[in-house]
């Protein structure tokens, strides 16, 4: 059967995804998962995500998907300790060495390469699975083909995004947010975080969305540049991946509303398990599937223009002092 994957950046999302149907539930340890510290979450809260998802026949996932300093490792394995004897089913990561070392440490323990790692060929993937991975999500680019290929070819896990964004760039990777603005900080555990760059910890202000202009010299070569950064839901798709035999469906969105992410989990459980009992070789009529994504659509829509907004208009604040160790 075909894993659905749900985010949840709070207990109460965890258990919304859970109740409706999710197979398994990912949260971010605070300071190591690429989103804000509101959407993460302490080692207390993990532990009572995993309580939650496991009575509720689900497994939990921690996502640390940032990219480490050499000093930050030892922590990192401290973290995951803990959070493995709580329970935790499997770890989310992008970095090559941290995966590398935390497979050592915990051999047992299944890793998942995050979509921040980039894995575009089939190379790329033999590479990881070497290190440890057992799991990789593919580029969102991939077309069907491509991903049957690697189905066939290839002993490892294909998790697919079906709510997250088609960007211009590689996704999990830009270095455009601290264009604006650029901190670092230590947190309360002593986290090394740049405020500015997801990638080591802090918020990605999204600066991709904001009204660019193209210039050369001082020649206006476009009055307005569009980069595209644009959240998608997968549907057409869907059926052939079940028919293809992938192993998990992703969903984004751990800062979104709890009902939200309730809703748009609802939705892809109700579709799999409709399309899997359907009858093999009969037509599967999408159209009525279209009509109920439709109307979630608009919310979700109006959810990321507002968290859109405040994230621009907070990467423009002054970083009053920059703290250099």
């Known amino acids: ?19 409706n149907g999710a197979n398994a ?29 496991h009575d509720g026949g689900a497994k939990l996932r921690v996502a640390f998907n940032t990219n480490m300093q ?4 030892p922590d990192l394995l401290r973290r995951m300790e803990t959070l ?8 989310i990561m992008t970095d090559v060495g941290a995966i590398a070392v935390v497979h050592r440490h915990f051999p047992e323990l299944t890793i998942h390469a995050s979509i921040g790692a980039n894995i575009l060929n089939n190379a790329d993937v033999a590479f990881y699975r070497e ?30 995004l079906i709510h997250a964004n088609y960007c211009y760039t590689y996704l999990g990777k830009c270095w455009m947010s601290p264009y604006h603005r650029l901190e670092r900080t230590i947190d309360d555990g002593g986290k090394d975080l740049f405020k500015g760059s997801p990638n080591r910890g802090g918020l990605d202000y999204r600066v991709c969305l904001e009204d660019w202009q193209l210039y050369s010299g001082d020649t206006k070569w476009e009055d307005h540049v569009a980069l595209k950064n644009d959240a998608f839901f997968l549907l057409d798709d869907v059926p052939h991946l079940i028919d293809l035999g992938v192993h998990c469906l992703k969903i984004q969105g751990r800062e979104y509303a709890v009902s939200l992410v309730g809703a748009i989990v609802k939705f892809y459980r109700d579709l799999i398990d409709t399309y899997e009992a359907h009858p093999k070789g009969e037509r599967f009529d999408l159209v009525p599937w279209k009509g109920r994504l439709a109307a979630i659509q608009p ?16 990467g423009r604040i002054p970083v009053a002092a920059i703290r250099r160790h």
Request: charged share 30%; hydrophobic share 45%.
């Open 131 to 160: 290190i440890g991975v057992s799991q990789v999500v593919a580029d969102t680019k991939l077309t069907l083909r491509e991903l049957a290929s690697r189905k066939e070819q290839l002993d490892v896990g294909i998790e697919i």
């Open 25 to 53: 539930i990912y949260v971010g340890p605070r300071g190591w998962s690429r989103r804000r510290d509101a959407f993460e979450m302490d080692d207390a809260a993990v532990r009572d995500s995993i309580r939650i998802a």
């Open 84 to 91: 493995v004897g709580y329970g935790a089913d499997g770890a």
């Open 1 to 19: 059967m075909i894993e659905l994957l749900a985010p949840a950046g709070n207990l109460e999302m965890v258990a919304e995804a859970v109740g």
């Open 299 to 314: 919310g979700r829509d109006a959810q990321r223009s507002r968290g859109t907004q405040a994230l621009l208009a907070e």
């Open 70 to 73: 050499s000093r930050e490792i």
